[in-house]
């Protein structure tokens, strides 16, 4: 009995480990979507203003700026506004600006429902308790999701292994429920 005991002071303390970590991550990620939220929003009115768009394309030009962004298998380069004017290329960094802030959101979102998993495993006598097992589908949705993004392939392997995963927890809530039905 002392050592399920000690077993599940382990399982507690890494759950509240986990559980911070995956805070601290929504922060971080709630901050970079504020960033790349503003920065769009500075590149939006960069680019409704001709005479900065005259700037920006002269600085371009010249070499003094240079616009090279890969993130997420998306790609602005100089080359894609080169012989365009400026203010497509603006255009452009705006939409990229806004769709990372979604993503950053979508991290936080995911991150936000690992914790209160962790947070309900840190919480109960044991892990596999329905309430885990029903919080465990959105974060692994969103995962799969988000994995699959750059690769259809990854995520559907990605989406198998959390399958897997989520028949082990539910399998072992099972197993808990016949436990305490004998006791």
């Given at each position: 009995?002392?050592?399920?005991?000690?077993?599940?002071?382990?399982?507690?303390?890494?759950?509240?480990?986990?559980?911070?970590?995956?805070?601290?991550?929504?922060?971080?990620?709630?901050?970079?979507?504020?960033?790349?939220?503003?920065?769009?929003?500075?590149?939006?009115?960069?680019?409704?203003?001709?005479?900065?768009?005259?700037?920006?394309?002269?600085?371009?030009?010249?070499?003094?700026?240079?616009?090279?962004?890969?993130?997420?298998?998306?790609?602005?380069?100089?080359?894609?506004v080169e012989g365009a004017p400026i203010l497509d290329g603006l255009i452009l960094a705006v939409v990229f600006m806004f769709v990372m802030c979604v993503l950053f959101i979508l991290f936080a979102v995911t991150l936000h429902f690992t914790a209160k998993v962790f947070k309900e495993i840190r919480d109960s006598d044991s892990p596999f308790r329905p309430a885990v097992l029903k919080d465990l589908r959105l974060p692994f949705i969103l995962i799969v999701l988000l994995s699959s993004q750059d690769s259809l392939i990854f995520g559907a392997v990605v989406g198998i292994a959390l399958w897997c995963v989520y028949c082990i927890v539910d399998y072992g809530c099972e197993l808990q429920r016949q436990s305490d039905e004998t006791l």
């Open positions: 009995m002392n050592e399920q005991n000690n077993k599940m002071e382990k399982i507690k303390r890494s759950s509240n480990i986990a559980m911070s970590i995956a805070t601290v991550g929504k922060i971080f990620m709630i901050m970079a979507a504020a960033v790349t939220f503003m920065g769009g929003i500075v590149l939006a009115v960069l680019s409704m203003d001709s005479d900065k768009s005259d700037e920006l394309r002269q600085m371009l030009e010249s070499g003094k700026l240079t616009v090279d962004i890969r993130v997420f298998g998306f790609d602005i380069t100089t080359d894609m």
